[in-house]
């Protein structure tokens, strides 16, 4: 029998990477690529089928960008109310 050679797969963190990932900025970070990103991607060059994990993880990313967006709507619009109210007085 042939046997495989398996690749191997590393990712490793720090503490600094573990702290910053658990922030907003950091989590709105994981957009613009993020290590399950180039996992997937190292295991779709491989051979392996991702499609269905790639699909869930662009739907979180497409949430988290689309909750970004709504957020800083949402306080352009408080700050434009705010002037509002403040001029009125």
Known sequence: MKEEKKQAYSYPTTDAYSQSIHTT???RGLIHGSNIEKLLIALDTDGHDISAPMI?????????????RLRG??????EY????????K
Request: hydrophobic share 45%.
């Open 25 to 27: 900025q950091g989590v």
């Open 81 to 88: 109310i705010l002037e509002k109210l403040k001029a009125e």
């Open 73 to 78: 709507d949402l306080l352009a619009h408080a």
């Open 56 to 68: 869930e993880l662009k739907a979180l990313l497409n949430y988290v960008s689309y909750d970004s």
